[in-house]
Structures are given as structure tokens and as C-alpha cells.
DNA sequence: GCAGGAGCAGTGAACGTTCACAGACGGCCG
DNA sequence: CGGCCGTCTGTGAACGTTCACTGCTCCTGC
């Protein structure tokens, strides 16, 4: 315990004093600001390392208005997704000296309001909230007071800041026009909320894709479930009871779709022969089942790394507001959509950027 | 826009003057401390709202010495695993009206420090580390001026504090046990790092194990890779080529475990029932591959929440430190041990809570 | 009728910084 | 040799709260 004065830490004016300058010159040498003669700026610095001292950064916020603190909202941190995107934050905000508040919200509405309310009482500079749950009223009104803000998944009429849209619609297109391809005709799709923004991209780009290959849309193939392995695995099984042939297979999600998978092989379905499958999200675990999951890829951890980037550049004004950043989706092809790919083959690709 | 004085946020003394009263009146009603009376608390209640008040965080912690923030501290946000645990810590820290400062190190003991580092520039009132990389040293060094701490999975002689301990070593044992059981008798360990010393308890448990069965150690059996599904895989593949005969293997993580199954699956041996496979970590991806994967499991979310009450306690004095906490996992038998389980079973079988 | 307490409100100082100045000193130029 | 500029350092105020007081009014009890 290097401390002075019993268990408190050490102040300015503690090493002012031992150094036998004002508080002003300690200022200086811990920001490097104005000139310090080398001899002052020595002493200081002994003084300093004796004290241990750090400076204390609620002090410093309360003068200089900014906090060197991002906040990062998300409805669930352990859905595989969310986690990739925030490591992609926190490196971003470790690069630039910023610290990173996570808030996960459990995708409740109001936990969301509670937590935008402690970001703005923590005077962050600025906010980075994916697929938010709130309403526009809501969302305008909580993002007014806690600029700059940057929507990951959310576009919101006048919304100050920059919105990230990630490509679901064309993520989808993609993916149907992969199963097309394969000579696939009857291809079902499961979602599991369409009053969900996202969810409703990816139907939109079903419909599309369908219309573009010359496929006439049957809404019988369109089903949908929890929005998890068990709720495409249940969702398959319904699906399968009904008696509608498919011979193709998009999910909203990897875990569905792996849910959805699982329930075809233990039922006598052969993947990808009889039935080919499609996920979504290009989550790790899609590379881990068997076969490995035909995947639509996001860039998530750069996804992360941008929306800090962004929001550092509208802080100091280096960008304009109301921009919005159109991210592109990319197709794995892999062992649930195309057979007899070589294993070892399979292990390579797909991998994701470090 | 309902602030007052042109885009900056409204002050106590704003306040004050709008309701016609002291700042220390609105302070009382804002942590509604000392009795104020009805009428004029309904005069500050209405000023607050017209002016869209918020306290200033930085400004009351800088006289409360305390910040209602947390800090937690892992190797890597994005590994399965610890998503788990922050969202414990998350929905601890929230109920108790706490933030979170999430900070990954991505595994470097130099980033490590500079986080802590951090956390104290930052003044939070209590910092959850996880699976360390420092050395005992510097982890000393750097938790002295940062109290209290909450250290998850890793001893430190002398720390202050509370260590929650996960039963690496029983977990193991569990495992070779189970694998005993089934009447095997060849077990190999495949681990990834022995200076790990979550990975050293994992070899330890193994060893144990063994003796307890009466199995004589066999160090051909023993080999490892890197912390991975590919390492996994990888790893099995030189094993396998190496001749070594086994019907039973261990694995550290789950990854690894999946990335060996891989292996043997698409190299023509049954698992089951050539080889029984056990991985360790409990997480999510384990029930969704074919044959799901038999592991061993911990409580993460209950560890996270574990850790934030912990720390409150600490913090309030309402617990004493040098405290060590052990977590004690469970083993979630399924198909990569057993065979011909009925897979509707296997579903409802080892969900998280939650 | 007055001491004492309960209920309510306000005042100055403090927390640990940075900011906008101002001052001291020496050297250089005209 | 006087004025001015550059380099270095110090001073008071401010940021937005809470804390420890003090002061006022009104009621109660003896």
C-alpha cells in the first residue's frame, strides 16, 4: 500500500505538494499538455510512482464533460451473435482508451428504457444499441438525450446518429437462390416472429428471392417457432407431421435451423438429400454439427469494431449524421445444402476473421 | 427537447430555481432522504420532469466516494462460456442498480493490466475477474488498490477478497468415473495448455480418477491441441494416426471435445460405441450436435450472479474476505457415451435454467 | 408561558479535477 | 537600454453533487 494518507487514494494536490509544485504542473505532466521543465516534470513523476496515484476520472468528466465511456446495449449477451459483436466493441473502445459499459436488456422493453435512463445518469459519450425492442416514440425519445447513438439493426425515422443495417433481406435472397440453384423447388421457410423487424427483412427476402427465380410463394411453407434449437427442432416436427413435401429449408436462425436439422436426421429425413437447410447468422456452431450447416455470414466482429468507429468519428464531428452503413452478408456453403464435401475441406472455410 | 438552457443537461440548481427551493431540498427528494414536505416535493417533482433532470453521476460519486459500477474482467467475451457468466453478472449487477464495465483482455496479461488499470481510473466500487493471466505477482499488485475483488477461478495466496472456485479436479473425476462405468477402460485425456492451471486441475482430477478406479496412468494416453474445435480435431487426427488404441476420451472443453468427435465420426469410428467421448463446460452447443455430447457442466449463470451478490456483500460488509467458494459441477450424461437414448429425451435432458 | 423537540428548509464547504488567466523570469531585437 | 516575446509556473473559479450545519416555525407537555 503505497498510499499517503491512510487507505484514501492519493490527489493531485497530495503529489502536488510532494513535488512542491502547484496542482497546475501535475495537470500538465499527466496530460502532457502545456511545456514542463524536464527537472519539474521529473520530480512530478517521482511523485507520482511514490503515490501511486491515478487520476480520478469522475473529477475529471465533471469538468471536461466527457467520460472516455461507451455504452453497449443488447437484448441477450449469450445468444451466439451478440457476443462476437461486443468483442468487436470492446477492442475497438480498448484501442481508443475507451471503457465499455454492457448492458443486456433480456430483450424486455422496459429493462431496455432502465438501462438507455443509467447510461444517460452516467453521461457516456455515446451509445451503441442492437436490434432494440423499444417502439420509434420510445427509441426517439430515449436516444434524444444520449448523443451520439449508433442503431445496430434499427432503422428510426430522424434518428440522429448512424444506423448499421445489416443485410437480411439480401442475406435471404442469397440464401434461396443458393437452394435454387441446387435445383431445389419446394423450399420451406421457418421464422419465428414476424412482428420482429429482422425477422420480417428475412421474409420479405424470401418472397423476393422466390419471385426473382420463379417460384410461385405457397404459404403453407411458411411456418415458424421458438427462436432457439428446441423451438425449430418442435416447429420440424409439427411442420413434418402436416404432410407438406419440402425438399428445401431456410431458418431465421443457426439454432433453428440446427434444431430443425436435428429433427430430419432422427426421423429418417436424409440432410442434405432429401431435404437441403439453410441457416442464418454464421455463428461458430454451424462449422460443429453434422453436417456442418450451410450458413448466410455476417461480419459481426467487424460489425462491432465499426459502430465504435463510427461513434468516436461523430464524437469529434469527423462524420455526419443520419448516415447509414450497409453491411453485406456472405453464403458458407456447406454440408447440409451440398453432399459429399470433402471434411477436411470443410474445416478450413467458413473460419471467421480474428 | 425540454432542456433548459440550450442543449446542455439541467443542473440540481436548475432545478432549485424552477421549484423555488434550495438544491439541497431537491436533493432530498431525489433520494428522497430527509422529510420534505408534500406540497413542495409535488413543486421539485414537477420541475424535474419539465426540465427532464438527471443526476450527475460523476458529480455524486465524486463526493459520495462511491460509483455503483462494477467492472468485469474476462479472457475472451466471444468463447462460450463466459457469455454465460456475464449475463449473470449482468442481471445481479442490474438488480442491484449497478453498471457493468465488461472488459476482455483477449488472453494478454499486458491488456490485463491496463484494463485494471482502468477500472481503478475509474473508481468502480468492485471488480470480478476471471480466469486471470497474470502471474501471482502482478495480480496481486494490481487488485491491492481495487478492492473488493471477486476472483473466479483462480487462487491468489493472501488476496483480499472472495475466490469462487470451480471443481475442475471433481469434474474430471465425474467424468472418468462415468466413462469407468461404461466399462471403459482405455481413457485418454486430451487437454491444451498443462501451465493452464484451470487445465492442470482438469489432469489432476484425471489422474485421481484413474487411481480411484484402479486404472494404471498410461502417459501415451495423454496428448492435447490447441483450445478449439479445429484444435480438437487436429489434435485427434495425429492421435489417431499414432495407433494408440482407446474406447474412452476426456476432453478440456467442449470445443475440443466436438473437434475429436468430428474426427472420429468422419474417420469411421462409432461413437459411441468404439469411443465414448466426454467434454466439459456445459455449454449450449454440446445438445445440439449428432450424437449430442455427454459433458461436464457449471452452473455459470448462478456463478456470475454468485459473484455480483459477493461483491455486495464485500462491499457492505456483510461478508467476511478471504472467503473461497466452490462451485461443484454436475455431468450431463447423453449420446456421444450412451448409446440408442431416446433423442426426444435427450432434448428435454440438461437445459439450462432460465 | 416557556423549554424542548419535531418537521421542514437553506448555507457554506468539500470532493478532485481542468480552464482561463495572470505573473515571473530571461533573452533577444531595435 | 527599454520593450516585447517565449517559456515556465501559479491562482482562483468552476463543474454538479452531498454533507454537516444552522435556522425557522409550530406543537407539545409540564
Redesign the pocket.
Known amino acids: 500500500m503505497p498510499n499517503a494518507n491512510g487507505g484514501?487514494?492519493?490527489?493531485?494536490?497530495?503529489?502536488?505538494r510532494l513535488a512542491?509544485?502547484?496542482?497546475?504542473?501535475?495537470?500538465?505532466v499527466?496530460?502532457n499538455?502545456?511545456?514542463?521543465?524536464?527537472?519539474?516534470?521529473q520530480r512530478v513523476r517521482a511523485a507520482i510512482a511514490e503515490l501511486d496515484?491515478?487520476?480520478?476520472?469522475?473529477?475529471?468528466s465533471?469538468?471536461?464533460?466527457r467520460s472516455l465511456v461507451l455504452g453497449l446495449v443488447v437484448p441477450s449477451i449469450s445468444q451466439p451473435y451478440y457476443p462476437e459483436i461486443a468483442r468487436g466493441v470492446e477492442d475497438g473502445a480498448d484501442e481508443a482508451d475507451y471503457s465499455v459499459f454492457l448492458s443486456h436488456t433480456g430483450g424486455d422493453p422496459a429493462r431496455e428504457l432502465r438501462t438507455l435512463e443509467r447510461l444517460r445518469d452516467q453521461r457516456v459519450d455515446g451509445v451503441i444499441i442492437c436490434n432494440s425492442r423499444l417502439d420509434d416514440d420510445e427509441l426517439m425519445h430515449a436516444t434524444s438525450a444520449l448523443s451520439p447513438v449508433v442503431l445496430v439493426n434499427r432503422r428510426v425515422p430522424h434518428a440522429s446518429g448512424t444506423v448499421i443495417w445489416m443485410g437480411y433481406e439480401s442475406g435471404t435472397v442469397l440464401a434461396i437462390a443458393h437452394l435454387n440453384a441446387l435445383g431445389r423447388r419446394r423450399i420451406a421457410y421457418l421464422g419465428y416472429n414476424y412482428a420482429n423487424r429482422v425477422d420480417a427483412a428475412r421474409f420479405r427476402g424470401y418472397q423476393t428471392a422466390l419471385q426473382q427465380v420463379g417460384i410461385r410463394f405457397d404459404a403453407s411453407l411458411v411456418f415458424r417457432g421458438g427462436n432457439s434449437f428446441q423451438g425449430g427442432y418442435d416447429a420440424m416436427g409439427l411442420f413434418h407431421a402436416s404432410g407438406n413435401e419440402i425438399d428445401g429449408l431456410f431458418a431465421s436462425n443457426d439454432m433453428m435451423a440446427i434444431g430443425a436439422m436435428r429433427y430430419a436426421l432422427t426421423h429418417g429425413i436424409d440432410v442434405p438429400g432429401e431435404l437441403a437447410i439453410v441457416g442464418f447468422g454464421g455463428s461458430d456452431i454451424t462449422s460443429m454439427v453434422t453436417p456442418d450447416l450451410t450458413t448466410v455470414s455476417m461480419p459481426l466482429y467487424s460489425i462491432g469494431i465499426t459502430a465504435v468507429q463510427e461513434l468516436l468519428q461523430l464524437l469529434n464531428g469527423t462524420s455526419e449524421q443520419h448516415r447509414q452503413l450497409n453491411i453485406e452478408p456472405e453464403i458458407l456453403v456447406r454440408g447440409s445444402s451440398v453432399a459429399n464435401m470433402d471434411p477436411s475441406d470443410l474445416l478450413t472455410r467458413g473460419g471467421k476473421e480474428e
Open positions: 484514501q487514494a492519493a490527489t493531485l494536490n497530495d503529489v502536488a512542491n509544485v502547484s496542482r497546475q504542473t501535475v495537470s500538465r499527466i496530460n499538455k502545456a511545456a514542463v521543465s524536464p527537472d519539474t516534470e496515484y491515478r487520476p480520478n476520472s469522475h473529477a475529471r465533471l469538468v471536461t464533460n
